[in-house]
Nanobody
Framework: QVQLVESGGGLVQAGGSLRLSCAAS????????MGWFRQAPGKEREFVAF????????GYKDSVKGRFTISRDNAKSTVSLQMNSLKPEDTAVYYC??????????????????WGQGTQVTVSS
């Protein structure tokens, strides 16, 4: 089992920044690809970003490329999402997730085995 706890959400004006963090506990953190997903009211959960177990490879949803940066610290078992130039359409609950290494680098939510409880991000116009 892997337990994930997100923090760092909040209310910010358009154009502002937030940094989300996710602390993991349980099994060896470096054995997992880590991802961030989000879900807006009335919409399905969608992929935002992933990072490989080593941190050497990342992937992003097209609409956040150049604005969001995912990073991880395996020594501290944490993964972060730096969000800059936020837009009202970024408003959602953001979830941290972990996927076993043998699933490969994936943006598919169904491939992620463990999920945090989510943190709310609200961007006002």
């Amino acid at each position: 089992q892997v337990q994930l706890v997100e923090s760092g959400g909040g209310l910010v004006q358009a154009g502002g920044s937030l940094r989300l963090s996710c602390a993991a506990s349980g099994r060896t953190f470096s054995n997992y690809v880590m991802g961030w997903f989000r879900q807006a009211p009335g919409k399905e959960r969608e992929f935002v970003a992933f990072i490989s177990w080593s941190g050497n490879a990342t992937g992003y949803k097209d609409s956040v490329k150049g604005r969001f940066t995912i990073s991880r610290d395996n020594a501290k078992s944490t993964v972060s999402l730096q969000m800059n130039s936020l837009k009202p359409e970024d408003t959602a609950v953001y979830y941290c997730a972990a996927s076993r290494r043998d699933n490969g680098l994936t943006s598919l939510a169904r491939k992620y085995d463990y999920w945090g409880q989510g943190t709310q991000v609200t961007v006002s116009s």
